[in-house]
Every structure is written in structure tokens, then in C-alpha cells.
């Protein structure tokens, strides 16, 4: 670890032990995670480096017992907290985390949270609701709040969108989607805005929440570390990785959706297909997004075309990610053959890199009469030709265990034995079109 990236995460850490009286007496405001772009669980931003989503059982279990060989290609398991919707003295609406009980030592490891978090106290002004003035109950009015909230990406959605009944079928239509980013001044970070994905997520959660409002007011979350908090615009890529996506205890119909899903993509010919991707084109200042559905209509050759969007940034091939990503790829496949009886049926691989342009020289440049775009192309051509210049930040992890198995799970009914090789055949694969991006050999 370079010392500027420990400095950062030093830093961070101090100002998480400052707040630490404060989450156990006050508890933390919930936002929503705006990096996500695959799954169907609702993802929320607990801290600057931690995230929390919907406590699933097997997921649970298989953090904790995970072997220590397979740690450092997972998030970081940071505990349980207990969520709950509630409303303060001035009715402001919120999603609060509290630890899971009076103990802060229950399933909870505080020194291992590394995030910036705010007390619900001083952030409450987040967003103000009246639930009176709506006439609605208080689920309503957070479902409403959340729209609110969301509504700088209403440009992607339709009014249908923003209603609680989502209509999939239009989402399996939708084309790929492009989003400009907005600077305060020239040489500034790009501000990134919400994916859509992240907004169906939220909406959907929220509408199961507000169904089971009369009957529950409190849900468990578990915390993981945030692959995203060190980079200022993340590239995300989510595969789907493995031939078999349904778990032991998938029934009948389940089983077969699944396995039709397979088979209508790439899953079942090489083992991996899109699951979702945002990627950021420095020449037009644009985020490009794709969903699952679209994901699951490539082609192999599609899949490979994809691919190499996801590693361009609107000038040129980042071939400096690739090598850096490939060695991640093999130490994971490596790891994998040496698990025992592990499945990890439909989890999912993230790869993640900062996509925001560096402007080291803008000032000698523009002195010179370059313009803006000439400035960006030929500082980053300089960053990848100066020999000095250290391994890009690129990171591979495993998320995503909600139908993971291994005979360690005494519960379950069926035991497997050897390597998960579906998994593992979807890796090799994802390494040689890698490898073909490296050698211009993509066809």
C-alpha cells in the first residue's frame, strides 16, 4: 500500500473512532449506494467505506466461516446491524442502523468499520417529510422520499419508473444508457449521479418493506466493506460468473428459469456473462451503463465487445488495467482449485477502477494553447508511457453468496465434492479474452 493511500485510509479511520460514541448511542442515517449496478438486493451507504444490505442467512454464514485463503477476494465482513424506518421531532423520514443489540460487541466489530459515518442527529436534514400534509402513512411518504431523493436520475426513467409497481418487461427493453457528468469548473472531479439500477433496487425494496410495514419495523443488515470509496469516478463491472446459477434448494420452477437463463447467454458456453457495468468515456464526460437484461442478450462476441468498453475510456484502451486485473484473476482461480467442496452458485465478480481523468499539467498546457480535450489525452498517454508511474488501482473481488454451499453447511442436503468447476471455467475464459484484449487479438 503506497503511503498517500495510507494516509487516506489512516484518516478515515480517525474520524470513524471519533464517531464511534455516536453510532452506538444515536445510530446511523442510511443513503442509498449509487455504485450499484447488478443484483436485486438493495445496497445502502452506511459509511464512506462501508455499505450494508438485506441480512440473508447462507450469505451470513459464509462470511463468517470463510476460509482465510479466500478473504482478501471478498469484501471485508464488518458485522450486523438492525434497520429500522423511523421519523424524528421534526418528522424528518429516515432508514437508521442501530447495532443489532445493547452489547456493541454482538456480531458488531467497531474498530473494523471504516467509514465515515454521521449520527442520524446531524444529517437528519437530509431530506424533510411531513406524512401528515400527504395524508399518507409513514411508509408512504418514504417511499415517496426516496423518489425525491433520487430524482436527479429521473432523466433515465419514465413517470411509470417512479411509481412502486415497476414495470420489467420496459426495463428488458431498455437500450443502453448514457449520462453526462457535471464539473463546477473545468478542472474538476466528475460528479457522479445515481445508476438507474441502483434506483429499481431501492424502489423495489422499499415497496417489500412498506408491504410488510404492519408487520415488522426492524430488519437485519450486514456490513461490508465499500470496493468504491478509494476511487473518484468508479468503473463497475458485475459477472455473473458459473454455468449453474440455481442453488440445491431452488424449487422446480425456479430451477428451470435458471437454468433457461444459462443457457440463453453466455453463461452456458463460457461460464460468465454481464451482469451489469457503468464505465466512464473521458471524450464525451459521459457514464455508459448496462443492466442484466442487456447482459444477458450478448453474444460472445457481444460479451468480448462489452468487455472492451468496459477497460476504454472514450480515447483509448486502459491497457495499463489489464495486467493488474489478469494477475488478480489467476491468484483467485488459483485459490478456488484449492477450495473443497465450495459452490458458488449465482455470486457474482466485481472488477472496479477509478475512470476520472488526472490533470496534472493543465495550467503549462493551456499556456501552451492546448485545448481541454488535448490536455486530457496527451497528460493520460504521459501517466502510461513515464516509466515511474505506479500500478493503477484495480480491484477484483467475489460478492454475492446467497446459495453458496459447502459440506461445512450442516444444514443442507446436499454435499458436494472437488472444486466448483463451473465457477472456475468461467474464470479461465474471462482470462483468455482478457488476455486477447492485452495482445489485440479481440476479434
Known amino acids: 500500500m503506497s503511503p498517500a493511500v495510507e494516509a487516506q485510509t489512516q484518516e478515515a479511520m480517525d474520524a470513524e473512532q471519533k464517531q464511534e460514541q455516536c453510532f452506538l448511542g444515536k445510530g446511523v442515517m442510511l443513503e442509498p449506494f449509487v ?36 478473504r482478501k477476494f471478498t469484501p471485508q465482513y464488518r458485522g450486523v446491524v438492525s434497520v429500522s424506518f423511523e421519523e424524528d421531532d421534526e418528522r424528518n423520514l429516515c432508514l437508521v442502523a442501530y447495532p443489532l443489540s445493547s452489547d456493541p460487541a454482538a456480531d458488531l466489530d467497531i474498530s473494523d468499520l471504516s467509514g465515515d459515518r454521521e449520527s442520524k442527529g446531524k444529517i437528519l436534514q437530509w431530506g424533510k417529510m411531513t406524512p401528515s400534509l400527504l395524508g399518507g402513512t409513514l411508509m408512504d411518504c418514504l417511499v415517496w422520499y426516496f423518489g425525491i431523493h433520487l430524482r436527479c436520475i429521473s432523466v433515465y426513467l419514465s413517470a411509470q419508473k417512479l411509481q412502486e409497481d415497476l414495470d420489467v418487461e420496459r426495463v428488458q427493453q431498455a437500450e443502453g444508457l448514457h449520462h453526462r457528468l457535471e464539473r463546477s469548473h473545468s478542472n474538476a472531479t466528475p460528479q457522479v449521479k445515481h445508476n438507474p439500477w441502483s434506483l429499481e433496487c431501492h424502489q423495489q425494496h422499499l415497496q417489500r418493506m412498506k408491504d410488510n410495514a404492519k408487520h415488522r419495523n426492524q430488519y437485519k443488515f450486514i456490513l461490508l466493506e465499500n470496493l468504491t470509496w478509494r476511487h473518484a469516478v468508479p468503473c463497475v463491472l458485475d459477472l455473473k460468473m458459473g ?36 464505465v466512464y468515456h473521458s471524450d464525451t464526460d459521459q457514464l455508459i451503463y448496462m443492466n442484466k437484461y442487456q ?68 495550467r503549462r498546457h493551456t499556456e501552451e494553447g492546448l485545448s481541454e480535450d488535448e490536455e486530457d489525452e496527451e497528460d493520460e498517454e504521459a501517466r502510461v508511457s513515464r516509466p515511474e ?10 460478492i454475492d453468496f446467497a446459495h453458496t454451499t459447502c459440506r461445512h453447511y450442516g444444514e443442507d442436503s446436499v454435499v458436494h465434492e472437488g472444486q466448483d468447476r463451473g465457477y472456475i471455467f468461467g474464470l479461465q475464459n474471462l482470462i483468455s479474452i482478457i488476455s486477447e484484449l492485452e495482445s489485440h487479438r479481440i476479434d
Not at 451507504?45 to 462470511?63: S, V, W
Not at 424449487?251 to 453466455?266: D, F, G, H, P, W
Not at 508511474?389 to 467475489?398: E, F, G, H, Q, Y
Open 35 to 70: 455504485h450499484q449496478v447488478g443484483g436485486h438486493s438493495c445496497v445502502l451507504r452506511f459509511g464512506e467505506q462501508t455499505i450494508c444490505k438485506p441480512l440473508i442467512p447462507r450469505e451470513h454464514q459464509f462470511y463468517r466461516s470463510l476460509p482465510a485463503a479466500m
Open 243 to 278: 454455468t449453474r446459477q440455481h442453488g440445491d434448494d431452488a424449487t422446480e420452477e425456479k430451477k428451470a428459469l435458471q437454468i433457461r437463463k444459462c443457457q440463453q447467454s453466455t453463461s452456458a458456453l463460457i461460464g460468465v456473462r454481464f451482469c451489469g457495468m457503468q
Open 295 to 362: 447482459g444477458r442478450k450478448l453474444t460472445l462476441a457481444g460479451f468480448k465487445e462489452a468487455l472492451y468498453q468496459f477497460f476504454h475510456s472514450g480515447r483509448r484502451l486502459r491497457q495499463e488495467l489489464l495486467s493488474p486485473v489478469l494477475s488478480r484473476l489467476r491468484e483467485m482461480k488459483d485459490a478456488l482449485e484449492a477450495c473443497e467442496s465450495y459452490r458458488f452458485y449465482s455470486s457474482s465478480l466485481l472488477i472496479i477502477y477509478d475512470g476520472a481523468p488526472h490533470r496534472k499539467h493543465t
Open 389 to 398: 508511474c505506479s500500478t493503477p488501482a484495480v480491484d477484483v473481488r467475489m
